[in-house]
Structure formats: structure tokens, C-alpha cells
């Protein structure tokens, strides 16, 4: 059985996770001497070739060019993120951190100009941001417009070549200083992030393994 190092998830269902709560990523690649990177929406899709992300770029983004000659990327999505103070902790003499869930994909773009991709993508991101809202919008009340707007755009799969992932959750902690940190978290000290207590709640500090 592979070892699953501290911080590392067992698994892929964290990384899904995190990818569908989280979906808002940064696409970095290699551009004319330097690296570029766009922030851009992506989903999780399986796939037969194994598993990738599903998005769009705006066509005028200089990067697609850059993609097209050489398509490997890096992938990075942060979830749950926040400071962590010893002013929340009965034990002072502790240090500051951070706290925080990243994952990291090489991939490999392939662009896809037609239109049935370019719907594919959209509806995907839509159906996604818009589920269980009341009164979920459509693309369809877009009317004309949806077309004119999703010529500008081009949609892309990337293949996931390998997944790196962090999630740094306090799995290092005492006990009673782990504790201090989700109380604190817990009644909102210091403007912490509820999405943070959830985060350090799914790890069990005795496995790093993810439920």
C-alpha cells in the first residue's frame, strides 16, 4: 500500500471535491520568453483517456496561440485558505501559519472549435454555478445573444498528466492546539473563514487520508 504522506490526500474524491466547490483556477503556461497565466473557470470531467478539465478561453486571450504551439499547462486551484493566529491559542509561544487546500495539475490543452464544444462548456459551467440556486438562470434566456457571444469564445479539454495536491490542515497540530484553532474558527475570531473549519473538520488528524 503506498504511504500517504502528511499533507497528501488519499485518493482523488478530495481533489474532485475541491475542484467543484472551488472551480475558479489559474491556467499557467509558457508565452515568448515568459510564463502567462489567465484565471479561468474549469470543471472535472471523466473522461476515456482518463481524467481532465473542461473550460473556455476567450478567443482574443494571447495564450490560446501559446497553447496551440505548445499545449502543456499547470493547473492551480486553492480551496479553503486562511491564517491561522496564536492569539486564538491558550499556548502563546506557538507560531503563526497557514492553513490552507491546493491542487496542482500538469495537463495537456487541446482546443476545440466547434460549436457543439463551445456549447458543451458553457452548459457544463452554467448547469454547475447555477444548481440549486431558486430561480436558476439558463443560457437560453440569453435569446440571440448567446450565439454572438459564444462565437468569442473557444472551448478546451486538458488532460490531467499528474495531480499534485496539499491539503494543510492542521494534521501536524497537538491536540489542544488543533482544538483552539477550530473554536476560534468556530465563532468567527478575527474575521476567520467558515470555509476553513469545514476543511480542518474532514481530516481526521490521526490519518491524512480525506473521508
Known amino acids: 500500500m503506498k504511504r500517504v504522506a502528511l499533507f497528501e490526500p488519499a485518493g482523488d474524491a478530495p481533489v474532485r471535491r475541491l ?5 475558479f483556477a489559474l491556467v499557467v503556461s509558457a508565452g515568448d520568453g515568459m510564463p502567462v497565466a489567465t484565471p479561468l473557470p ?9 481524467p481532465g478539465l473542461v473550460g473556455h478561453f476567450a478567443r482574443a486571450n494571447p495564450q490560446v ?17 486562511g491564517y491561522v493566529s496564536p492569539s486564538w491559542l491558550r499556548d502563546r509561544t506557538q507560531a503563526p501559519t497557514w492553513n490552507y487546500e ?7 490543452i487541446a482546443f476545440d472549435d466547434t460549436q457543439a464544444a463551445i456549447d458543451d462548456a458553457l452548459a457544463r459551467l452554467v448547469a454547475h454555478m447555477e444548481r440549486d440556486r431558486p430561480a436558476a438562470w439558463s443560457a437560453a434566456e440569453m435569446g440571440a445573444r448567446y450565439a454572438s457571444l459564444s462565437r468569442a469564445v473557444i472551448a ?36 476567520a473563514d467558515r470555509a476553513l473549519l469545514a476543511a480542518m473538520r474532514r481530516v481526521d488528524p490521526a490519518s491524512p487520508a480525506q473521508p
Open 19 to 23: 475542484v467543484a466547490a472551488h472551480p
Open 42 to 50: 474549469l470543471l472535472w470531467k471523466d473522461a476515456e483517456r482518463g
Open 65 to 81: 496561440e501559446a497553447l496551440r504551439r505548445d499545449p502543456r499547462a499547470l493547473v492551480v486551484f486553492t480551496g479553503a485558505q
Open 102 to 108: 491546493t491542487v496542482h495539475f500538469e495537463v495537456e
Open 156 to 191: 478546451f479539454e486538458a488532460r490531467i498528466l499528474a495531480t499534485h495536491a496539499k491539503f494543510k490542515l492542521g494534521q501536524n497540530e497537538r491536540a489542544d492546539v488543533r482544538a483552539d484553532i477550530l473554536a476560534a474558527l468556530a465563532d468567527g475570531r478575527g474575521g
